[in-house]
């Protein structure tokens, strides 16, 4: 019933800007945690960024440290859509990346799991 798709990657030159977008049906945005993640080949996987939406208000925020300052994670609930402006892009930041979804966790600012995934969109960052 629930789904995911991202979208908005693609190839960028250095210090370009992307917008990654991740629409969700079966599951409201009002009361929702979502995390942005990135995978590199032959890296782990990283959250870059999550945002924990209650009652259609956006909670606090986490950003990496990779992409602090660059990056910038939002939702508009009327298109049941969460996004994440990517700007200053630099080459280490070539990834596939997905979004994450799952009810909020009240205790912690980011989900430590969450059980819905997007199937990823390719940002690649070259000169």
């Known amino acids: 019933q629930v789904q995911i798709v991202e979208s908005g990657g693609g190839l960028v030159q250095p210090g370009g800007s992307l917008r990654l977008s991740c629409v969700v049906s079966?599951?409201?945005?009002?009361?929702?945690?979502i995390g942005w993640f990135r995978q590199a080949p032959g890296k782990e996987r990283e959250e870059v960024s999550c945002?924990?939406?209650?009652?259609?208000?956006?909670?606090?925020?986490y950003y990496s440290e990779s992409v602090k300052g660059r990056f910038t994670i939002s939702r508009d609930n009327a298109k049941n859509t969460v996004y994440l402006q990517m700007n200053s892009l630099k080459p280490e930041d070539t990834a596939v990346y997905y979004c994450a979804l799952d009810l909020p966790d009240i205790a912690r600012l980011c989900r430590e799991e969450y059980y819905y995934w997007g199937q990823g969109t390719q940002v690649t960052v070259s000169s």
């Open positions: 079966g599951f409201t945005l009002d009361y929702a945690a």
């Open positions: 945002i924990n939406s209650i009652d259609g208000r956006d909670g606090r925020t």
